[in-house]
């Protein structure tokens, strides 16, 4: 299409004779711009009208195809998708308010933007469990609305909407959960009552119960990623550029989020740490870091008299044999004299009974860099590692194996590659195969692919042969260019099919496309004229 700007040259011949030989050169000059007129800009547009009335069609008919395929996905997938995001919403939903939310902020601690929401919930509610949970996934969908934008751009409106729907669906199942009477996380458990064991004194084995929660939590975390991921859909956060750099490099979607997310894990659970109340840290580090002061430092710094009178407070309303028995050895003494073995039994008694103290700062940073590397990081790296290895061994989306098939119906099987949309090479050769003290002649088709889509044509390999066998080899790399996904067009094929053959549609698109493009001629004959007047006016 030439509009108004557009230069055009013109052909300038100059001779030139002398007494030896004549020269001539030709020389392209544009036209000035005040030569475009309206009238052989209309002479441009007649010639270029037809090739620009097909683009119109195309970009018509392309649109209408589109439109086609979103129905028929609404039809036909979307139910069955929709179902798979109810399941995976569900699981991740029971993991976090049943099995991460009950172990408080010295818990575990999620991977990547799921770290970040739980440490705001847990920066906003401090004392309150419940409103750390359910608004964990409030603040979740909050910190994924940049990452939906990149997401419509990069990676499609499908894959963008069905991953708000399963993040709407999480925020749905935890208002259910906490607000349907017997089975919300306040009155029901599963397996312990994690809350009430973390309070009491001498629970030795919260930390045990920390992991075994990890495991259980990270398993169905990995489960419900897989179904999500199977469906070409994400979790949000960091799902959103995971999955679009693993496209790119073809690299394992749980390989990548483990990695990425155990960084931001590490950096979330540090800074939990150092706003982390004295009181909240585990009573065996507090421990530790108490004994290690001494009788004599202690003493010192008046930590010693305070630990006397809290235990002393502490006793009168649980009497405890052991310390009764304390407090009558040391009642009249300077508490100077202790001995180890009594200071560490007065240590342990003050710090199993949520004893904070104004304790000196340097102890207080030592008691956090025990924190840091204590049972919350170990236990939440369980977690995200479970996550990792179960989405990785339930979606091997890149976990590519070799297919050696045995058969008689080699060529029915090539066709079926082909037709299913493999890209990669199909090697073929005949070979004797022999059974029983018989040779029979087989023809043997070799191929790799990746577990995930030889699980999909699988059945319809052996509906071709029965009685064919496939041996797989594991393969460790294959190196140089090779497709990872099987492209089938077969759906777009039908959609094209049905678009380009309806002779009653093609013409109501050919009419559309020429009302567009009388209205677009309009449009640049309008601008033509425009400046042309204003190029008259400037020259008188």
């Not at 711009?33 to 009208?49: F, P, T, V, W």
């Not at 104004?358 to 996550?387: C, E, R």
Request: glycine share 4%.
């Amino acid at each position: 299409m030439i509009d108004e700007n557009t230069i055009i040259s013109e052909t300038e011949v100059k001779v030139e004779v002398t007494e030896d030989n004549i020269n001539v050169e030709e020389q392209l000059s544009p036209l000035s711009k005040k030569k475009l007129n309206k009238s052989i800009a209309k002479q441009l547009l007649i010639k270029d009208d037809q090739e620009h009335l097909f683009y119109i069609e195309n970009k018509i008919i392309s649109k209408k195809e589109q439109n086609l395929l979103v129905q028929e996905y609404f039809k036909k997938r979307f139910l069955k998708d929709f179902m798979m995001l109810v399941l995976a919403a569900l699981l991740i939903t029971i993991a976090f308010d049943y099995f991460v939310t009950p172990t408080g902020r010295t818990g575990l601690f999620p991977a990547g933007i799921g770290a970040l929401a739980r440490f705001f919930s847990i920066l906003t509610f401090q004392n309150d469990r419940q409103m750390q949970g359910s608004f964990y996934f409030i603040f979740y969908f909050l910190i994924n609305i940049p990452l939906f934008i990149f997401g419509v751009i990069k990676l499609g409106k499908k894959f963008t909407l069905t991953t708000l729907i399963f993040m709407s669906l999480q925020i749905g199942f935890d208002q259910i959960f906490q607000n349907i009477p017997f089975i919300n996380p306040q009155e029901f458990n599963f397996i312990i009552n994690f809350t009430e064991m973390s309070t009491k004194p001498n629970a030795w084995n919260t930390s045990i119960w920390l992991f075994i929660f990890a495991a259980i939590a990270g398993a169905m975390l990995g489960v419900a990623y897989s179904l999500v991921y199977k469906i070409g859909s994400s979790t949000g956060g960091l799902d959103f550029l995971t999955i679009y750099y693993s496209n790119k490099t073809n690299k394992s979607v749980g390989s990548i989020n483990r990695n990425v997310n155990l960084v931001i894990l590490g950096t979330i659970i540090i800074l939990n740490t150092i706003i982390l109340p004295i009181s909240e840290i585990n009573s065996d580090i507090k421990m530790s870091v108490l004994k290690s002061m001494g009788v004599n430092e202690a003493n010192r710094v008046g930590l010693l008299d305070e630990m006397w009178n809290y235990a002393k407070a502490m006793n009168s309303l649980n009497p405890d044999y052991g310390m009764t028995k304390l407090f009558e050895n040391y009642g009249n003494n300077d508490l100077s004299n202790m001995n180890t073995a009594d200071f560490a039994r007065l240590v342990e008694y003050v710090c199993k009974n949520k004893f904070t103290g104004d304790v000196p700062i340097g102890y207080i940073i030592k008691m956090k860099v025990l924190f840091i590397f204590g049972p919350s990081l170990f236990a939440s790296i369980v977690l995200v590692l479970t996550a990792g290895i179960t989405t990785n061994a339930m979606y091997p989306k890149y976990k590519v194996r070799t297919f050696m098939i045995t058969t008689n119906k080699a060529k029915d099987i090539n066709k079926l590659l082909i037709d299913k949309g493999y890209q990669n090479d199909i090697l073929n050769w005949d070979a004797t195969n022999r059974i029983s003290g018989n040779y029979l002649h087989r023809s043997v088709v070799m191929v790799a692919m990746t577990v995930l889509n030889w699980q999909q044509i699988e059945k319809e390999i052996f509906f071709k042969d029965p009685e064919m066998k496939v041996t797989i080899l594991k393969t460790k790399k294959v190196k140089g260019i090779f497709k990872y996904d099987i492209k089938n067009n077969e759906e777009r094929n039908k959609i094209v099919h049905k678009v380009r053959n309806n002779e009653q549609e093609l013409e109501k698109i050919k009419q559309i496309a020429i009302v567009r493009l009388k209205k677009e001629n309009e449009k640049l004959s309008k601008k033509i004229n425009k400046k042309s007047t204003k190029n008259k006016n400037q020259n008188n």
